[in-house]
């Protein structure tokens, strides 16, 4: 664990671990996390270069998270929510943001 910071927010295991390894592999120190919440509290103490984020998560969905992350203080300042696949609804809602 070296390598800059990458959050991989996922509540499928199965895709989680292969985004994990396959980041793991090129040097990035790779956090994971079955739910949102998790993540919010982990930025408290690191914050990453890089979020990966599944929009479509029981407990706190990817929106949600987004939303919070926005209200923390020490989140990254330059963000962009990601884009869902071209098939689900929730593509249009997606856009790129930037703080001062």
Known sequence: MGGRPVFVLEDEA?????????????????RDFG???????????????LILLDMRMPRMDGFAFLSALRRTRGAPRNSASPASSPSRSTYPRCSATSAP
């Open 35 to 49: 739910d949102g919440q998790q993540a919010l509290d982990e930025i408290e103490r690191v914050v990453p270069d």
């Open 14 to 30: 199965a895709v989680r671990t292969v985004l994990v390894d396959a980041l793991a592999s090129v040097g990035y120190d790779v």
